[in-house]
């Protein structure tokens, strides 16, 4: 289970996300966002080595208040042949220097993917110690082959859409409670290419 540590990271997450979102291609906004977290959940890493974080941002600056997906990883040292996804370094208050990466890059990431759609894994909250997440969904596609031979290119959905609840989609995916305009709805945020 996720191990969370009561403590302050510098500079923050957002410090970090805010100035690496407008250089990504998918960012629809304009000027400096302004973030909002709207949610998340994490996974285990087995070896205990990288903390994998899927965060769930809106920014309040874009007429839109668009909702951005990014998932992130944190390790204690420089990931080989990663420097075009690092975001930054942060001082964390515990664990000292973490090179936190846009996830899609990193090899450990990937491998909790496999392991969340197999079953194998859970996903954890995103801010309690030691508390799965049970709203985090894993739907398996009819065609699907068998857990073991999944493959391991997934598809970050950078900005997910809010869909009905009951909406049916081919493929494994993962999907996040998602809450627009008020009202209950859920949010594909990765899927199996």
């Known amino acids: 289970m996720s ?10 997450k957002h410090e ?17 966002p302004e973030l909002e977290n709207v949610g998340g959940f994490r996974l285990d890493d087995p070896a205990g080595e990288v903390g994998l974080e899927f965060i769930f941002v809106r920014d309040n600056a874009s007429p839109a208040h668009v909702v951005y997906h990014v998932p992130l990883t944190y390790r204690g040292a420089p990931l080989e042949g990663a420097e075009s996804a690092l975001l930054g370094t942060s001082e964390h208050g515990v664990l000292g220097t973490r090179w936190i990466y846009d996830a899609a890059v990193d090899p ?37 082959s068998p857990a ?46």
């Open 3 to 12: 191990e969370i540590f009561p403590t302050t990271m510098h500079p923050s």
């Open 148 to 193: 073991a031979d999944l493959p391991a290119h997934w598809i970050i959905i950078r900005r997910p859409e809010a869909e009905g609840m009951g909406q049916s989609r081919a493929g494994t995916r993962v999907s996040v409670p998602w809450v627009t305009a008020g009202e209950l709805a859920r949010a594909v945020v990765l899927e199996i290419a």
């Open 108 to 144: 450990v990431w990937h491998t909790a993917l496999r392991a969340l759609a197999a079953g194998e894994i859970l996903a954890q909250h995103q801010k309690i110690p030691h508390t799965l997440e049970p709203d985090v969904h894993v739907h398996r596609g009819a065609i699907e």
């Open 16 to 32: 970090l996300i805010g100035p690496w979102l407008p250089n990504q291609p998918w960012f629809s906004g304009v000027g400096t």
